[in-house]
């Protein structure tokens, strides 16, 4: 039987479909593992669990420390950007009212040139040369011109005079924005949440070791259950719960505080390694061919 010269080595200028799956080309798609996903309890910045939580109306949780250091980084960027930005736009004025000065300059030296002519006046013999061996206030103008377009003459081919493009900024936002969701979010948007610890848990060791139950079915809170949150007063409750009872009784039941369906903010997680709940959980990576060393180059994954 024949062999199938795809599959084989052979001596071609090109690299076949099969050398280039061999070498690893192409984009690789993987479901990520339980590993590589954020539990439910931990900080969207600082990825550990967290401390004194606080949540968006989006429902992305974060520590208060870290939420507040992140919107105090964004105030002074944008401040830093505002003030680049005004300066800018001062110097381009700036530029804009010298052009126009020499704008008129030239038209009234033009005027001059061709009401006088180009006979040079003797008037004030006395008056010293130029260098350029030229008498009068005409011809001076004019080699000071040459001297000012010498000198700011943009000639690519020389180090010293390679012009440089001129560095735009931009108009900086008005307002923070999140740094999980990218919407705009506001000190005051943010509110506390407060999560119901499991007291009856003896496997408990440390701190950060803490499992947290939903108040009202006493089931514990994993990466599998939907939860939501309270705006009002901050309790978390699983979404099953939410959506029964609350609706119907208009408070809160832990606390008895009233409440409203505009006040349930459901919280963001993401999933497990078999079911993704919110988000697509599949890394990808694409490889090309080196130019000729063979070997596949790697471009970093992206998580989708």
Known sequence: MPQRHSKNNNDLAFFTYDEKRKLGYGTQRERLGRDSIKPFDACCLCLKPFIDPMSCQKGHVFCKECILECLLSQKKDIHRKQVAHNSQQKQEKEEEEEKLMQQKARELEAFDQQNHGAVPHYNDRNQDRDKNGFHGANSVKVTSYEEEALRTMKA???????????????????CTTCPEGSEKLKLKALFPIHFTEDKNDEKTSTPLDKTFICPSCKVTLTNTLSLVALSSCGHVFCKKCADKFIPVDKVCLVCNKGCKERNLVNLKKGGTGFAGHDDDLEAKDFKHLGSGSGLGLVRPAVKT
């Open 156 to 174: 690519f081919w020389l180090p010293s005079a390679t012009p440089e493009a001129p560095v735009k900024v931009a108009a900086p936002p008005e």
